[in-house]
């Protein structure tokens, strides 16, 4: 998707009622809980628009699942229905501005997806052909392993002809996305606070909300809730799955191996422009900190899928925690009243540009933004 046809799609589905009638925002102020992608992107997206922003978080920023991701950037056959694939694709669009904006560091060579057991094989061939009666989907072809091999030399596609290739996809460094948007938030003015910990709501109405924090209470006319796997233990809520954990392996940095996002049997891996590559599994992940077997395992498969790989000299073994919502699609909107806002959602890195430039658009200009129609929290109660 251009530029142009992005900024259209915004653009018109915007355009609700409230907006004709719109008169300046009123919203001076917010404060943002949770200091992942999601909230500096509301955050970074905010002060741009001179809202005076207070981000904070318990920990440090990127501590939560942001930093253990494997921050894949797409819009691929998974993301469905029609709405989320969409709202997916402006994902990626979104990026691309934001991309520009702060100099991300983010490689757009595209993913390589295949399976060894045909039964799977059969299965990602057919999501591929419903991904393909979208209205618009990313551009996605299949090809074979010969075409692969010049786009990847030191993977082990072992013959196959039916390799997914998504070519809009981006592999991003969440580390360091959040510390660009950061610098920018306090530059426009915004304040970052951590060690910061949410601890309550006080008072709320639509005019403005008060809570208490670990630094002292704040109030603000917007508290948005980014806090990932926190969020339902904060507002007394129940809109997520149990946390589904994930292992995440970054190695030193190596000579280049992996051009795009390689998603084989067992693993997958992309390597970011430090050479540090990152490498997931696809099966859930034991909740130890096993860190040994979790390296064992993850090498012997990274060995098997490229060729001439030495073993793995990592720098982090980590566990991630993914936030996902009870019915795997984003919860984003006003929460009962309409000060107090909630922002959550699993392919939040994938997400992350686009839910800041709506978030945003929804409380500056206060429109309703039809593009977050299917993902309102207010499906839960
Ligand atoms: C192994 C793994 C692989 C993944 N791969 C991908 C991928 O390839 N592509 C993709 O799009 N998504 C992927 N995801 C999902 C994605 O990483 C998450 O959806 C995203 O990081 C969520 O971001 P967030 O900002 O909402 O939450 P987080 O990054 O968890 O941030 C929440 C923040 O809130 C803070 N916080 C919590 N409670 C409080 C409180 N009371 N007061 C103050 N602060 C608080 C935390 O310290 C944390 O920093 C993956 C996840 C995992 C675990």
Redesign the pocket.
């Known amino acids: 998707m251009n530029r142009r046809d992005f900024l259209k799609i915004l653009g018109l589905f915007a355009l609700s009622p409230k907006k004709i009638f719109a008169k300046k925002s009123k919203t001076k102020e917010a404060v943002v809980?949770?200091?992942?992608?999601?909230?500096?992107s509301i955050a970074y997206e905010l002060s741009k628009r001179g809202v005076a922003v207070t981000l904070?978080?318990?920990?440090?920023?990127?501590?939560?699942?942001?930093?253990?991701?494997?921050?894949?950037?797409?819009a691929t056959y998974p993301k469905k229905p029609y709405s989320y694939n969409l709202f997916s694709q402006l994902g990626i669009s979104a990026f691309h501005l934001v991309q520009r904006e702060l100099s991300l560091d983010i490689k757009w060579n595209g993913s390589l997806e295949w399976a060894s057991k045909i039964r799977d094989q059969q299965a990602l061939i057919e999501s591929v052909n419903e991904l393909q009666n979208y209205p618009k989907y990313t551009a996605t072809s299949i090809i074979g392993y010969k075409k692969a091999k010049k786009l990847e030399p030191y993977i082990n596609f072992k013959g196959n002809e039916n390799i997914v290739f998504s070519k809009e996809d981006g592999a991003i460094d969440?580390k360091d996305a959040i510390s660009k948007m950061i610098n920018a938030i306090k530059k426009n003015g915004g304040k970052v606070l951590y060690p910061?910990?949410?601890?309550k709501v006080i008072e709320s109405n639509d005019l403005f909300s008060k809570v208490k924090?670990s630094m002292g209470i704040l109030k603000s006319e917007k508290i948005i809730f980014?806090?990932?796997?926190?969020v339902d233990k904060?507002l007394n809520i129940n809109f997520l799955k149990e946390p589904?954990?994930?292992?995440?392996i970054k190695t030193k940095p190596k000579k280049n191996l992996i051009n795009s996002i390689v998603y084989g049997p067992n693993i997958h891996a992309h390597q970011q422009s430090n050479g540090q590559l990152i490498i997931?599994e696809q099966i859930a992940?034991p909740t130890e900190q096993d860190s040994l077997n979790h390296l064992k395992r993850i090498n012997k498969h990274f060995k098997n899928m490229v060729r001439g790989a030495s073993d793995l000299n990592p720098s982090e073994v980590l566990i991630?925690?993914?936030?996902i919502p009870k019915d795997d699609l984003p919860v984003i909107g006003r929460f009962k009243n309409k000060s107090i806002y909630v922002?959550?959602?699993?392919?939040?890195?994938?997400?992350?540009a686009i839910v800041g430039n709506l978030v945003t658009q929804e409380i500056v200009d206060e429109v309703d933004s039809l593009l977050l129609n299917d993902f309102r929290p207010s499906r839960f109660f």
Request: proline share 7%.
């Open positions: 809980i949770g200091a992942g992608i999601i909230g500096c904070i978080d318990k920990s440090v920023p990127g501590s939560g699942c942001s930093g253990s991701s494997f921050s894949w950037i797409n969440p910061c910990k949410f601890e924090t980014c806090n990932g796997v926190d904060s589904r954990p994930g292992v995440i997931g992940a991630g925690w993914r936030p922002a959550v959602m699993h392919s939040g890195i994938s997400l992350a």
